[in-house]
T-cell receptor
Framework: SAVISQKPSRDICQRGTSLTIQCQVD?????MFWYRQQPGQSLTLIAT?????????ESGFVIDKFPISRPNLTFSTLTVSNLSPEDSSIYLC???????????FGPGTRLTVT | AQSVTQLGSHVSVSEGALVLLRCNYS??????LFWYVQYPNQGLQLLLK??????LVKGINGFEAEFKKSETSFHLTKPSAHMSDAAEYFC????????????FGTGTRLQVTL
């Protein structure tokens, strides 16, 4: 399995600002994903981070609000823009290697918006 | 669209008792199915997966699950609960052959009592 780290582990941000979350994997992976887990809720896929091209967003999530970068096969960032209290959630990245039908998750970033 | 339903948002068992967490899926084609565990303030850990091989799948920490197509179920069991099993458990489904876009159930919080 891959070892995944996320930075920051938690943050408290003010309304209207932005937070960029980093996801680093210890090996090259084919696919990287970003999920949101709202308080007391399950996980919802935000987008698939594509290396060298624009991310693929799920219904209800847009690039202006959640810009994603993936400059190489081991690193991705998710920015949550124009923060509101409703963005308070845990954001998790996950990875999947080619031909391995499993996703592994990072420890998550707990965001609180005040 | 694929979906999973987890019956029972909270399950409480005594230490040493059988653990049974229920998951039913809805899919037009045979899916891949997964169980993840989330300990407090941590990311998700893969317990086990079904990818169309053996219908009885054994995972980590003594857990296993059986894929029953006739019942569209993938229930998670453990013969004897341990205090350390207390956590949130998520069932997830994806398209067969991809394990990419995971759709999660709402989760079941397992409590283990003395």
């Amino acid at each position: 399995s891959a070892v995944i780290s996320q930075k920051p582990s938690r943050d408290i941000c003010q309304r209207g600002t932005s937070l960029t979350i980093q996801c680093q994997v210890d090996s090259q992976v084919t696919m990287m994903f970003w999920y949101r887990q709202q308080p007391g809720q399950s996980l919802t896929l935000i987008a698939t981070a594509n290396q060298g091209s624009e991310a693929t967003y799920e219904s209800g999530f847009v690039i202006d609000k959640f810009p994603i970068s993936r400059p190489n096969l081991t690193f991705s960032t998710l920015t949550v823009s124009n923060l509101s209290p409703e963005d308070s959630s845990i954001y998790l990245c996950s990875v999947r290697a080619l031909a391995i039908y499993e996703q592994y998750f990072g420890p998550g970033t707990r965001l609180t918006v005040t | 669209a694929q979906s999973v339903t987890q019956l029972g948002s909270h399950v409480s068992v005594s230490e040493g008792a059988l653990v049974l967490l229920r998951c039913n899926y809805s899919s037009s084609v045979p899916p891949y199915l997964f169980w993840y565990v989330q300990y407090p303030n941590q990311g998700l850990q893969l317990l086990l997966k079904y990818t169309s091989a053996a219908t009885l799948v054994k995972g980590i920490n003594g857990f296993e699950a059986e894929f029953k197509k006739s019942e569209t179920s993938f229930h998670l069991t453990k013969p004897s609960a341990h205090m350390s099993d207390a956590a949130e458990y998520f069932c997830a489904v994806s398209d067969a052959g991809t394990a990419s876009k995971l759709t999660f159930g709402t989760g079941t919080r397992l409590q283990v009592t003395l």
